[in-house]
């Protein structure tokens, strides 16, 4: 919990930033904005299996953009929710009453990114499409107790590293705007490929 926290308070503070960027070079930048999204992720299935867990796994994308003239800067956090090969269980001593319980583990991984790359407009305006490069820094991926805070957890050895991104999105008001992208990575430390599709706003 304490790594997601660390995760979010990353993110956020990148939103800060880039909102303060946005001001002071508002003649250079042409908008910012907010997107969430599902992801689907495909791991590399050596690894995936080494670590216990399914070659697939769910993600909440969430992402903010700058946008400039001609090109844009894209940071990002996924939040991952692996799938278990077996799910484990876990002797877990709840204080309140002393009793021992089987608790099933949660395994979840966050992934900061950040990219950029040119862009193009068409369809008056309306279909933007852009082509990243960058690199995600996993900040968390682990194996712990659900019901347990304090119990230790297991690292699960699944990276990000280098990655190309094609992105989508189309307008369908003045402001907002529907999303997808897919995500192919290069170094090979875990995850291979995220697809994404969501919504988001213009500020």
């Known amino acids: ?11 956020i503070g990148s939103i800060i930033s880039l909102n303060g960027y946005t001001k002071s070079f508002s003649k250079q930048i042409n908008a910012l904005s907010i997107a969430a999204a599902y992801q689907h992720i495909q791991l590399n299935t050596d690894i995936a299996t ?12 969430m992402t903010t953009n700058l946008e ?17 090969i077996n799910p484990m269980q876990k002797n877990v001593d709840f204080s309140l009453n002393g009793n021992l319980y089987e608790d099933e583990s949660s395994t979840t991984g966050t992934l900061f990114s ?28 682990e194996r712990s107790p659900l019901s347990c805070n304090d119990c230790p957890s297991t690292p699960i050895d699944i ?3 280098l990655f190309s991104m094609i992105n989508l999105e189309y307008k369908t008001r003045k402001k907002a705007f529907i999303t997808a992208n897919i995500k192919q990575y290069f ?17």
């Open 1 to 11: 919990m304490k790594s997601l926290k660390s995760a979010l308070l990353l993110w």
């Open 50 to 61: 080494n670590e216990g867990l399914k070659n697939t796994a769910n993600a909440l994308h």
């Open 68 to 84: 400039f003239t001609s090109y844009r800067v894209t940071s990002a956090l996924d939040i991952i929710f692996y799938k278990d």
């Open 114 to 141: 950040l990219s950029a790359g040119p862009f193009v407009r068409s369809l008056h305006n309306e279909l933007t499409t852009s082509l990243e490069f960058g690199y995600a820094h996993m900040t968390s991926s």
């Open 159 to 161: 990276k990000g590293g």
């Open 187 to 203: 170094t090979n430390k875990g995850i291979n490929k995220a697809y994404a599709i969501g919504a988001g706003s213009f500020f």
